[in-house]
């Protein structure tokens, strides 16, 4: 299991109030502890934003985190306790406080073509895909493609030296040792046709794109992850998947959510069915980075109504699928926080370490609004109370841990029956049917095996078992 890290709201590790690697490495401990085999690190370039997604210089840790030896120090004591560190590396653009992009503007070669520049004014009425947002920003005499906003123009890989230079960024973190990347945007580096003058996916041109920038790091390490992020229809996320080795499942994530709220086992029969074809075979090209939420999203916790039991049902329902999940950071915690386009921070608040809101490694670089303090939501409180949200949610991520075969299992058969989900897992070696009870009401179901409560509360004798609404067993 990967934790998907945002290092500003982690751990302190110098006072100043902001997360920064010094903290993140004295807390290695904790992630080990909770489980984890591998750590996603949200952007840590220099970049003058909060998330870190609009970079001003691909070959520098942001001051605010610390600085390339205590990245060092960082990756080497993750290495010493057998975690692997991915970098989520945002290729797709630079921040407009970007040298290349200042030296474009002075018309500088080659900069000037490492960007999109209108060359038709019909291009203007182009409009961002999933929400028709402007995508040309006016500067100077001339308008620059930035379709993640003003404050992001777009790279243009049509420039073979741009192209070089992106390779030249994959072997600069490769060699200070991070494990892979997690892929910003990849469905983006050429998403604006000159011929149409639209906005469109050219998912062969970004697959080669890919392709090529996967081939070349693992010149460098054969082993390396690549995760890609293509927030689309399953068919968009498989199209990519197959080149970078790893595909998150934005599919998954709305599947398990929606089939909670529905209270249908036939919506995740079907959705699973739907979004995973490739787990009813053994013949795959790609594994499933599975996830219930992360740092683009509303919390689990607040997407499930705010109801603790429900939020452990669907980590329970996401370890018994196959694929590698992610875990976003505080989820352990039962943090809450809504997703707003246009304030896309509440979901991003400081890691709650203590009950007071303040101590040692805590950060404060933002108010807390959903995970105040004093309301037992912090680490401190939880971590000792066996029926807290953190104890049950490392008890379902142990249960994982213990299993991690489910990782490449096929999944054998999947139904469902009076409002029961079904699913036997299927490997070489092992076997397990896992029940899901999607409803407010006992559901008795047959069940051989020995009975093994995930969460939630079941009553067996001989074949048949007893499942109180919102419990999980597996039978093994
Ligand atoms: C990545 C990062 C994100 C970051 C950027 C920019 C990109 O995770 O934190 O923003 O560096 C689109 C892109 C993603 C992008 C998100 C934010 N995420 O594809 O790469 O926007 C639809 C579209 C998706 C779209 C999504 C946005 O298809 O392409 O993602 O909407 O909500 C069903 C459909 C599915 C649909 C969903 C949701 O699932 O099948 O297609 O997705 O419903 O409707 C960062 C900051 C931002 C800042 C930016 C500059 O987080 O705040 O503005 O940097």
Redesign the pocket.
């Known amino acids: 299991m990967f934790y998907e890290l945002f290092l500003r709201s982690f751990a302190d590790g110098n006072g100043d109030g902001i997360g920064d690697l010094k903290g993140a490495t004295a807390k290695l401990d904790y992630l080990k502890e909770l489980g984890m085999e591998g750590i996603w690190l949200l952007p840590i370039m220099s970049s003058p ?1 909060y ?1 870190g ?2 970079v001003t210089d691909f070959y520098d840790v942001n001051s605010v985190y610390g600085d390339i030896k205590e990245l060092r120090h960082f990756l080497a004591e993750a290495h010493k306790r057998n975690l692997k560190v991915i970098l989520d590396l ?1 290729l ?2 630079t921040s407009t406080n970007h040298e290349w992009f200042l030296r474009a503007l002075n018309g500088e070669k080659p900069y000037s073509h490492w960007y999109l520049w209108l060359e038709n004014k019909s291009w203007l009425q182009a409009r961002r ?3 028709k947002q402007k995508v040309w920003t006016p500067i100077n005499d001339t308008f620059y493609y930035s379709l ?2 003003p ?2 123009p777009d790279l243009n890989y049509e420039s073979d030296s741009l192209w070089q230079e992106g390779r030249r960024i994959l072997t600069f973190w490769l060699s200070l040792g991070f494990d892979g990347f997690r892929f ?5 580096i050429f998403d604006f046709s000159r011929e149409s003058g639209n906005c469109e996916y050219l998912h062969d041109k970004n697959i080669e794109f890919w392709a090529d920038m996967v081939t070349h790091s693992k010149k460098i390490n054969p082993d390396a992850v690549f995760v890609s ?1 293509v ?3 399953w068919e968009t996320v498989e199209n990519y998947s197959s080149t970078f080795g790893i595909g998150f499942n ?2 998954l994530s ?1 599947v398990v959510k929606e089939a909670i709220e529905e209270k249908s086992a036939t919506k995740f029969v079907k959705g699973l069915r739907g979004t995973m074809p490739h787990y009813f075979d053994d013949a795959r090209s790609f594994e499933s980075g599975i996830f219930l939420t ?3 999203m509303t919390r689990l916790v607040t997407s499930v109504g705010g109801n603790h039991s429900l939020a452990l049902f669907a980590m329970s329902v996401l370890v018994g699928v196959p694929g590698l999940p992610f875990l976003f950071y505080g989820e352990e915690l039962g943090m809450e926080g809504t997703y707003n ?1 246009l304030f ?1 921070e509440e979901q991003l608040e400081p890691f709650p370490w203590y009950e007071s809101g303040f101590g040692p490694g805590q950060t404060e670089w933002k108010a807390v609004d959903k995970n105040r303090p004093n309301t037992g939501r912090s680490y401190e409180t939880q971590k000792s109370r066996k029926d807290s949200f953190f104890s049950n949610y490392k008890r379902i991520v142990a249960f994982r841990r213990d299993h991690p075969w489910i990782r490449c299992a096929r999944v054998e058969t999947l139904y469902e029956e009076s409002g029961c989900v079904h699913m036997t897992l299927k490997s070489e070696t092992r076997e397990m049917t896992l029940v899901y009870n999607f409803s407010d009401a006992p559901v008795w179901a047959e069940c051989r095996g020995k009975i093994v409560n995930l969460v939630g509360s079941a009553h067996g004798s001989d074949n048949r078992v007893l499942l109180e609404p919102w419990t999980s067993v597996a039978l093994k």
């Open positions: 934003s998330h997604y609009t945002p797709n653009h895909p999933w929400d993640f906003g404050g992001s910003d945007a990849a469905k983006h992020e927030w689309d229809d934005f599919p709305y992360n740092h683009d386009e896309n």
